[in-house]
């Protein structure tokens, strides 16, 4: 007989391993223990839910930051696009101060057709 556990030889009717001490099992008890499903250790989960809970916080805080920086992009363009309407707005007044300034030179410089 073999330990299914770390596959020392095992002398006659042995009850458990002289070299690791668990359990020798025969017949289907053998195929059970083969076929146990390994042991997860609690610190690999920690881990995992640790990385999950990281990553969830970073596209969280991410996704938080790219809408605050849409936000002030829009902001900024709110403001330039109110300060070239404010300019264009200026400059109409000045063509019309100007406009206004030389209509009467143009009054005078048109002869008076009127019979």
């Keep these: 007989m073999q330990c299914g556990v770390c596959g020392v030889a095992a002398p006659g009717q042995a009850d458990s391993c002289p070299s690791c001490g668990h359990p020798i099992l025969e017949g289907p008890a053998v195929a059970a223990a083969a076929v146990r499903a390994p042991r997860v250790s609690p610190g690999l989960i920690r881990t995992v839910v ?4 990281i990553f969830g916080a970073a596209r969280y805080f991410t996704r938080l930051y790219a809408a605050y920086l849409d936000a002030e992009q829009e902001r900024v363009e709110s403001a330039l696009l109110g300060q070239a309407l404010e300019r264009k ?7 019309q101060e100007i406009e206004e300034a030389d209509e009467p030179s143009r009054v005078a410089e048109e002869p008076a057709s009127k019979p």
């Design 50 to 53: 640790y990385a999950v809970m």
């Design 89 to 95: 707005k200026e400059m109409r007044l000045a063509e």
